[in-house]
């Protein structure tokens, strides 16, 4: 039976003595090494264990993590924070292979639900199922698969549901994010080169369940208050699929400290061939400059970005677009004004590391540029205000 049929709106042939039969579940999903899976997964089960009947035996996963790759400039709308998920109906087995498939677990909490609650929520998720409501726009913080399902199931609720605050546990999204990529460190590279300072703030309880894991431990925790009277929002804990063997895809061989270990050794050793030869590489800093610029065109774009937390992000202080525009008067040799602006970007960079953590190794690489302003000899010129700089002569 069409998905749609089985959960249709109640037309009048609904009746609460029938939700008797009718499971309502969390289900969340433990992370495998496929990127996007790396923060887990929650979605919703509805399971009808009637035998007999026009809805007999239905076992629905409702998934709020449905997107299209292969859509249309699918990339430039995801750095700009443009993209859309999308609600989708699964049957649960297939639903659960999937994850047995990768590994992972699937835990499976029955929710504690009156017939009536679950009457509403059945209108709920019809209602989100209609074409003009099943697709939204997608926000890794605020509105994801995690955040869907708890608020659908909220707005069923007769009572009022209440969680249990954890005690010392306010981590920064930076945190929770890093703690899912531990095994990653390239992922957790891109993630702190492009999340801002605002993901560096405390966060709480609400803000934490835009992850799978917490919300699963926040519905374990919490009771609805109805009438005068608690009760737990979950009767009953399962795992229809247990844990399996993950084999752990390696990144690229070198982390990001040890590549900006070898950026500062190599800026060392051109340092050294030019006191010996007496003569600028400028081909090196053309290539650093490249490099700082390209890298700072991403973090330019992200400012303008509607993903949360990168529209402040101060490690633009040092990647930005402006060595590009340097570039054609180091070619010429002239490199003074470029060492004057260098220098500002860098001390400005390495006290904005006060207030926000930066990527991976990103100080050893604020070093290698800073050691670009030497040779000795230039320091002063350097540090002369723009209006009185001189020429240096090679």
Same mark, same amino acid.
């Given at each position: 039976?069409?998905?749609?049929?089985?959960?249709?709106?109640?037309?009048?042939?609904?009746?609460?003595?029938?939700?008797?039969?009718?499971?309502?579940?969390?289900?969340?999903?433990?992370?495998?090494?496929?990127?996007? %899976?790396?923060?887990?997964?929650?979605?919703?089960?509805?399971?009808?264990?009637?035998?007999?009947?026009?809805?007999? +035996?239905?076992?629905?996963?409702?998934?709020?993590?449905?997107?299209?790759?292969?859509?249309?400039?699918?990339?430039?709308?995801?750095?700009?924070?443009?993209?859309?998920?999308?609600?989708?109906?699964?049957?649960?087995?297939?639903?659960?292979?999937?994850?047995?498939?990768?590994?992972? %677990?699937?835990?499976?909490?029955?929710?504690?639900?009156?017939?009536?609650?679950?009457?509403?929520?059945?209108?709920?998720?019809?209602?989100?199922?209609?074409?003009?409501?099943?697709?939204?726009?997608?926000?890794?913080?605020?509105?994801?698969?995690?955040?869907?399902?708890?608020?659908?199931?909220?707005?069923?609720?007769?009572?009022?549901?209440?969680?249990?605050?954890?005690?010392?546990? &306010?981590?920064?999204?930076?945190?929770?994010?890093?703690?899912?990529?531990?095994?990653?460190?390239?992922?957790?590279?891109?993630?702190?080169?492009?999340?801002?300072?605002?993901?560096?703030?405390? &966060?709480?309880?609400?803000?934490?369940?835009?992850?799978?894991?917490?919300?699963?431990?926040?519905?374990?925790?919490?009771?609805?208050?109805?009438?005068?009277?608690?009760?737990?929002?979950?009767?009953?804990?399962?795992?229809?699929?247990?844990?399996?063997?993950?084999?752990?895809?390696?990144?690229?061989?070198?982390?990001?400290?040890?590549?900006?270990?070898?950026?500062?050794?190599?800026?060392?050793?051109?340092?050294?061939?030019?006191?010996? &030869?007496?003569?600028?590489?400028?081909?090196?800093?053309?290539?650093?400059?490249?490099?700082?610029?390209?890298?700072?065109?991403?973090?330019?774009?992200?400012?303008?970005?509607?993903?949360?937390?990168?529209?402040?992000?101060?490690?633009?202080?040092?990647?930005?677009?402006?060595?590009?525009?340097?570039?054609?008067?180091?070619?010429?040799?002239?490199?003074?004004?470029?060492?004057?602006?260098?220098?500002?970007?860098?001390?400005?960079?390495?006290?904005?590391?006060?207030?926000?953590?930066?990527?991976? +190794?990103?100080?050893?690489?604020?070093?290698?540029?800073?050691?670009?302003?030497?040779?000795?000899?230039?320091?002063?010129?350097?540090?002369?205000?723009?209006?009185?700089?001189?020429?240096?002569?090679?």
């Amino acid at each position: 039976m069409a998905v749609n049929q089985v959960m249709a709106e109640d037309n009048g042939n609904d009746h609460l003595a029938q939700f008797d039969s009718i499971e309502v579940s969390l289900l969340t999903c433990s992370p495998h090494e496929e990127i996007y %899976s790396l923060y887990g997964h929650s979605a919703l089960r509805w399971h009808d264990m009637r035998q007999s009947g026009p809805d007999a +035996g239905s076992d629905i996963v409702f998934n709020w993590g449905i997107f299209n790759f292969n859509k249309p400039y699918f990339v430039l709308r995801f750095v700009f924070g443009l993209t859309d998920y999308e609600l989708g109906p699964i049957p649960f087995q297939p639903f659960c292979s999937y994850y047995q498939q990768w590994g992972s %677990s699937v835990t499976e909490q029955v929710l504690n639900l009156t017939n009536e609650e679950k009457m509403r929520l059945k209108a709920a998720l019809a209602e989100n199922l209609k074409p003009e409501n099943r697709i939204y726009r997608y926000n890794y913080f605020y509105d994801n698969c995690s955040t869907r399902p708890r608020d659908i199931v909220e707005k069923c609720l007769n009572g009022k549901l209440e969680y249990t605050q954890r005690e010392d546990y &306010t981590p920064s999204y930076r945190e929770m994010v890093s703690q899912c990529t531990r095994n990653h460190r390239w992922a957790t590279f891109g993630n702190d080169m492009l999340l801002g300072i605002k993901s560096d703030f405390k &966060t709480n309880m609400r803000e934490q369940e835009f992850l799978p894991e917490n919300l699963m431990y926040d519905f374990d925790h919490a009771q609805i208050y109805a009438a005068g009277a608690y009760r737990p929002l979950v009767k009953e804990r399962r795992m229809p699929v247990m844990p399996g063997v993950q084999v752990i895809e390696h990144d690229f061989p070198l982390t990001p400290m040890e590549c900006a270990l070898i950026l500062l050794a190599l800026t060392l050793i051109i340092m050294l061939i030019e006191r010996k &030869t007496g003569k600028r590489q400028i081909w090196y800093d053309v290539l650093l400059m490249t490099i700082q610029g390209l890298a700072g065109c991403v973090l330019f774009v992200m400012l303008f970005s509607q993903h949360p937390t990168t529209s402040t992000n101060l490690q633009i202080l040092l990647l930005n677009p402006l060595p590009l525009f340097f570039i054609p008067s180091v070619i010429r040799q002239n490199v003074t004004r470029w060492q004057k602006v260098l220098l500002i970007m860098t001390i400005l960079y390495l006290i904005g590391g006060i207030f926000q953590h930066y990527a991976e +190794g990103m100080m050893i690489v604020a070093l290698s540029l800073l050691l670009r302003i030497w040779p000795l000899q230039n320091l002063f010129v350097t540090l002369q205000p723009f209006s009185k700089s001189k020429k240096v002569k090679k």
